[in-house]
């Protein structure tokens, strides 16, 4: 059987991490998330608490990734601390609404922020974000080392994008701006509810680090550099993140940064006249950047899957010349052509992705303390700095946070719940025809 080729380095790694997750989320959600909390100090403490959350579960989820260094990540280590239900659960999330979503929402981002600079129309929009999926199917279908590279290309222009807009704050803002306030107030009964919908919009744009842990199984020494590309990608996304709203905050007074649509275009154009069009590059090359290391990571969950019989077998079919899991691939690019196509925008796709998403983040983390008593027999080239309390900080803060989410956002959460309950008539289907496969394969013997 065709293995995958192991191609990736270290720096490949970690500029997945945080490619994956500077997408448009920071250059989007701010205006969002200020509409929740009234001052500067407190939107830089929920970045700040977003960072943090991200550190500890990168730091907690190094320990998983050291112990199993293969194709799969999060989807491995929900298998082995829980059973094969939740790692299937986790990939048919993973496929039918969180990444393949993602990749439409992104593709169409992409083509509308094109459009700032050559004009498009709605048709125009539509046929540009399919020919982006094409284009970025095809390069990491011919080989994962045309994956990284283009990862690498474009997560270092994004973050030169983003290096310009900080600087431009910083050095040509204005500090006093920091002392405006929305106007409105947030009741001591009312701050955790507040920062709680203000963590739907952070944690969208932190998402994705955990990337680096799908692609292990063609990752170079997988059991040091995939926990060392975790927890470098989230520190620096988090010290971009911070500097990044910090100019905002020294460009845009707080209450117009509530109100605006194209806040980095807004901000940037106080002091450069053509900062719209200069935004609408850097947004348009960190959109289709992310979305060309999602089109390259998830597949590996699938293959994973159907390797262990839990999905269609022909998804672990690897190209003996390519070495990638071509119809992983082109399966999510196909359905994310669909949702592109029928749905055209993707509303509400933040708060439900992210609901379920760190669901199972926290089920992940949790599985640390469960495998460190089952599988003290699996090498571990790296523990958990700060256990057991980074790993219990990391599910309290998630927990919380998925809780508040149920309760003030129930249509979009009980709509993935929904989801899920149907994801688990399909691991009942997949479960019998592997026993199924099994039987006769022994009576044929």
């Known amino acids: 059987m065709t293995k995958l080729r192991k191609e990736l380095t270290l720096y490949g790694l970690t500029m997945i991490a945080i490619g994956s997750c500077v997408g448009s989320g ?9 509409g929740h909390l009234p001052s500067p100090v407190l939107i830089l403490l929920v970045w700040a608490l977003g960072g943090i959350i991200t550190l500890t579960g990168a730091l907690t989820f190094a320990e998983l990734g050291a112990m199993f260094p293969q194709a799969g990540g999060v989807y491995v280590y929900l298998k082995e601390g829980y059973g094969d239900l939740f790692g299937f659960l986790y990939g048919w999330a993973y496929l039918l609404v969180i990444n393949s979503g993602a990749l439409a929402a992104l593709n169409i981002a992409f083509a509308y922020y094109l459009g700032f600079i050559i004009p498009l129309g709605d048709t125009g929009i539509k046929v540009v974000a399919v020919s982006a999926i094409i284009i970025l199917t095809t390069i990491n279908i011919l080989r994962v080392k045309a994956g990284e590279i283009f990862s690498n290309i474009f997560t270092g222009l994004k973050l030169i994008g983003i290096a310009g807009i900080i600087a431009v704050g910083l050095f040509m803002g204005n500090p006093e701006l920091m002392s405006y306030q929305t106007g409105q107030a947030v009741s001591s009964g009312n701050i955790f509810v507040a920062f709680g919908l203000a963590l739907i919009g952070v944690l969208w744009s932190y998402g994705g680090w955990q990337h680096a842990s799908f692609v292990a199984g063609e990752a170079r020494d997988a059991q040091k550099t995939v926990p060392r590309a975790m927890v470098l990608g989230a520190l620096i996304v988090a010290f971009v993140y911070l500097l990044t709203n910090l100019a905002y905050l020294f460009l845009l007074p707080l209450p117009e940064i509530v109100g605006s649509e194209s806040l980095a275009a807004d901000a940037v154009s106080t002091v450069i006249p053509f900062g ?15 979305a060309g290391i999602y089109t390259l990571s998830a597949p590996r969950i699938y293959y994973a899957m159907a390797d262990d019989g839990l999905f269609f077998k022909k998804l672990a079919w690897v190209h003996p010349r390519f070495r990638t899991p071509v119809n992983a691939i082109l399966t999510q690019s196909i359905w994310a052509i669909i949702l592109l196509l029928f749905w055209g925008t993707f509303e509400d796709v933040i708060t439900y992705v992210v609901f379920i998403d760190w669901i199972f983040f926290a089920l992940a983390a949790f599985a640390i303390f469960i495998l460190r008593r089952t599988r003290k027999d699996v090498p571990r080239t790296y523990r958990t700095l700060g256990y057991p309390f980074t790993p219990a900080l990391f599910i309290i803060i998630t927990s919380f946070f998925v809780v508040n989410t149920l ?6 959460a009980w709509a993935g719940l929904i989801f899920m309950a149907i994801g688990l008539l399909s691991f009942i289907y997949f479960k019998e025809s592997r026993k199924r496969n099994r039987f006769l394969n022994k009576q044929s013997r």
């Open 26 to 34: 920071i250059f989007l959600t701010p205006s969002q998330i200020a």
């Open 276 to 290: 719209g069009n200069l935004i609408a590059v850097i947004i348009a090359i960190s959109v289709v950047g992310t």
């Open 407 to 412: 309760i003030e956002k129930p249509k979009q």
